[in-house]
């Protein structure tokens, strides 16, 4: 099985979640994208630019991802979403498992 994770960020933690979860093979792919958010904390509406990273890993490694997200993160609470990945091109699916370890 796998699964898409998606987080969000700021643009200057970008690369440190990145870099950290595909050093340790932890994930096969990480696609990217600027978006503006718009969020209530703390009773206040927030806004701000983020980076919205899609995840692509085995399901069994979520628990694992999610941790290294939460070591390196910026957010005192990050958005950490995983969606199972019920089909797809089976060729891409073979090469996340050649990836993840």
């Known amino acids: ?8 960020c700021k643009p200057e933690n970008e690369k440190k979640i990145i870099d950290a979860l595909l050093e340790e093979k932890l994930v096969a792919c990480i696609n990217s ?3 503006n958010s718009a969020y209530i904390w703390k009773g206040k509406v927030e806004r701000e630019k983020e980076k919205i990273l899609f995840i692509k890993t085995k399901k069994e490694r979520y628990k694992e991802v999610e941790k290294k997200i939460k070591e390196v993160h910026s ?4 958005e950490i979403i995983c969606l199972d990945i019920k089909e797809g091109n089976e060729r891409y699916l073979e090469w996340i498992d050649e990836v993840v370890r």
Do not use: A, D, Q
């Not at 796998?2 to 969000?8: D, G, N, Q, S, V």
């Not at 957010?75 to 990050?78: A, F, G, I, L, Q």
């Open 33 to 35: 994208w600027s978006v």
């Open 1 to 8: 099985m796998y699964c898409l994770i998606i987080t969000t």
């Open 75 to 78: 957010y005192e609470v990050p």
